[in-house]
């Protein structure tokens, strides 16, 4: 059962609209849209890849994630090719999506980096939870969380209108392998979409999907209010946020303050350390880690020597009390968002933010 949300907690912030939604079902028919009808495009037969299982993280009775790489499974099976995605975008950094589940019925958040741990995924639920029937919900376009697509073409799958969008839009440098490089992979594309918020029930238990514009624009975050817990994309990642729009720095943080308003207790993103998310998850300092960093990324970009700061100087309170820890291969992430937002703030005014 799916409604359009009611109210979206924590206000409305820019971009956002309080109540308003473009999906629903009623009476198992979609409620179709000019997006609806331009996404419901099918796939050919998808290729099924291989690859190594993903450690399985229970998050709680209703709740299991599938982590993968940060050095916890083998190496992924395009580890050979020079320059793949695969590994810069969820293998070297550890990448986990989760599966809420009741009744029967899972909703899968994210597919996985690979069409082959999609349907690993898949077959587990099905097997161990006794899964018969999938909705799947997108947090956002990237590759390295649509990848497992081809294993739902059975299933509804939704996503913000703007994910779409970007899906169609890239659809054939994806297919060719020329958007990121290196593997190409089936697009396999949402049937339904909505704009802002969504709720989506698995028997009684409710789940919120919100609109966040700060790693992405079309960032859907996940929330359960009966559990307090947020699902956060890849809005929030251990060690650093990735910058993509560096000029929405101003919008980002504003956006990390209508999150932290939220009200849950517990975080868990795609991108993080295995350890905290198998022993609860983050807490809200997770939200100021990653504000502590924007507003270091902006307020510091005119001073001499910027491109070439290390990452403890961006977040020294976040590492104090260890809300995030540094990884290695985030230095990479923190060199390409200091060029970035270099580049596109280094002659123009610096918005007060603070
Ligand atoms: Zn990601």
Known sequence: MIRPVAQVPGGTGPGQRA???????????????????????????????????????????????????????????VAGIEGNWVDRAAWDLGTINYAVYKGGRALVYGTSPLPGLGQWERDYLAETKGIVHFTVV???????????????????????????DYLVEHRAAIE??????????????PNMTFKDGLVVYLDDLGVEFHNFNIHSRDGNVMV?????T????????DTVTLV??????????????????????????NHGDPEVIRHGGYTKAFIDATREYDVNLLQRVHEPGYRTMPLE??????????????????????????????DYWKDTPIPAVS
């Open 224 to 228: 359960i209010p009966s559990d307090k």
């Open 19 to 77: 109540v308003e939604s473009l999906a629903s079902r009623r009476g198992g028919q979609h409620e179709e849209t000019a997006a609806t009808r331009r996404c419901a495009v099918k796939a050919d037969a998808p290729a099924r890849a291989s690859g190594p299982a993903p450690v399985v993280i229970d998050v709680n009775d209703h709740v299991v994630g599938f982590y993968a790489g940060r050095g916890l499974t083998a190496a992924s099976p």
């Open 176 to 189: 060719a392998g020329t958007l990121w490089g290196p593997p190409a992979m089936d697009v396999v594309l």
């Open 138 to 164: 997108l947090s956002h376009w990237q590759l390295d969380h649509v990848a497992g697509n081809p294993s739902y073409t059975d299933s509804t799958i939704i996503s913000l209108e703007l994910t779409c």
């Open 313 to 342: 100087d961006f977040i020294p309170d976040a590492l104090a009390n260890r809300a995030v820890s540094v990884l290695e291969r985030y230095r990479v992430v923190h060199a390409n968002n200091l060029e970035l937002v270099h």
């Open 230 to 237: 947020l699902y956060a994309g890849d809005a929030l990642e």
């Open 244 to 269: 993509l729009d560096p000029g929405d720095i101003p919008s980002h943080i504003a956006e990390l303050d209508r999150m932290r308003a939220l009200n849950v207790e517990r975080i868990y993103p």
